[in-house]
């Protein structure tokens, strides 16, 4: 079982910024990619961005590209969303995903089903 820890969700004005953290204490199982996705109330989780752990390639979902920045450090086991630019639309509760399956199509990081664990979430609450 791999344990995911969320923080830094919060109450933010339109056009602010805000960065989540996702932190993976324990054991990881030989991480592949970690991702991020959202649940805004009355709607699907959908796919906001990912990045592999080996090379660092990222992914983001149309809506938050040039926004939105995924980073790790791997020695915290932590992933990183840099969130800008922020928008009432983006109000929603964050999940943290991982996952220790390769996918030799890498578009499959960008669904729910290639993530193995989940974190609890976080609230992201964006006023106009």
């Known amino acids: 079982q791999v344990q995911l820890v969320e923080s830094g969700g919060g109450l933010v004005q339109a056009g602010d910024s805000l960065r989540l953290s996702c932190a993976a204490p324990g054991r990881t199982f030989s991480t592949i990619a970690m991702g991020w996705f959202r649940r805004a109330p009355g709607k699907e989780r959908e796919f906001v961005a990912a990045?592999?752990?080996?090379?660092?390639?990222?992914y983001y979902a149309d809506s938050v590209k040039g926004r939105f920045t995924i980073s790790r450090d791997s020695a915290k086991k932590t992933v990183y969303l840099q969130m800008s630019s922020l928008k009432p639309e983006d109000t929603a509760v964050y999940y943290c995903?991982?996952?220790?399956?390769?996918?030799?199509?890498?578009?499959?990081?960008?669904?729910?089903?290639?993530?193995?664990?989940w974190g609890q979430g976080t609230q992201v609450t964006v006023s106009s």
């Open positions: 995903a991982h996952t220790n399956r390769y996918y030799g199509d890498s578009s499959s990081y960008t669904s729910v089903g290639a993530y193995v664990y």
């Open positions: 990045i592999r752990w080996s090379g660092e390639s990222t």
